[in-house]
């Protein structure tokens, strides 16, 4: 049986989510590996998302936290607020605390993907605040270290993302996420899909 990934997200503006589908391919491309994206509750109102812009959500569907238990390895993507998730992310995470208490997501891979808007935003601090979560549901952080070579080190552009995972950087929003960012992207789910897929089949 397959292994499956999902790939839990939110997303305002769009950056997270071009993130969350770069890493599906790459998770997709593992045999024996099954790939799903999901988004999570908005908590602002229409009204609201309206005067911040915030264009449309797409048609992802929206997970309910009983979900998580169904996945074999789970990577979960937010932008950063002030260098933590989201508080729309964070709401999520504290909807789980039915799994926490039968300890359904202990043993089980996840790793973190994110957005900042500038530079010193976050892109270290945002993941590792995050750690906090995977760590009182027991789970297994896989974070990218240094396996995506040069891209690594590039010094030339910027690029987001850090040895904990793939990252871009939003700016004023009108920012998208690089081919040098997507390629990480893709390579973290390539690489977690893989080590995922090894837990399983040791289980």
């Known amino acids: 049986m397959a292994a499956k990934i999902y790939i839990v997200y ?3 503006y769009g950056h997270v989510e071009k993130l969350a589908e770069e890493i599906k391919k790459g ?3 593992v045999e024996g590996v099954e ?3 999901w988004q999570v509750p908005e908590t602002l ?3 609201i998302l309206g005067k911040m812009s915030a264009p449309p959500k797409t048609d992802v569907p929206i997970i309910e ?3 998580l238990a169904e996945a074999d390895g789970i990577l979960f993507g937010f932008p950063t607020r002030f260098g933590m998730m ?3 992310f964070k709401a999520f995470m504290d909807s789980t605390g039915g799994l926490w208490r039968t300890q359904q997501l202990a043993g089980k ?3 973190i993907f994110y957005s900042t808007g500038s530079q010193g935003g976050g892109q270290e601090t945002t993941p590792l605040t995050a750690i906090t979560q995977l760590v ?3 789970m297994i952080f896989v974070p990218i270290g240094y396996t995506f070579g040069a891209g690594m080190f590039e010094m030339e552009k910027v690029k987001g993302g850090s040895p904990y995972g793939a990252g871009t950087f939003a700016g004023d929003g009108s920012r998208q996420p690089t081919e040098l960012e997507l390629e990480q992207a893709f390579h973290q789910g390539k690489y977690f899909a893989g080590i995922a897929k090894k837990f399983k089949g040791s289980a």
């Open 10 to 12: 939110y997303s305002m």
């Open 27 to 29: 998770a997709s491309s």
């Open 35 to 37: 790939a799903k994206l």
């Open 45 to 47: 109102s229409e009204d």
């Open 65 to 67: 936290a009983s979900d």
């Open 86 to 88: 989201s508080a729309q």
């Open 109 to 111: 891979p996840a790793g």
């Open 136 to 138: 009182h549901h027991g």
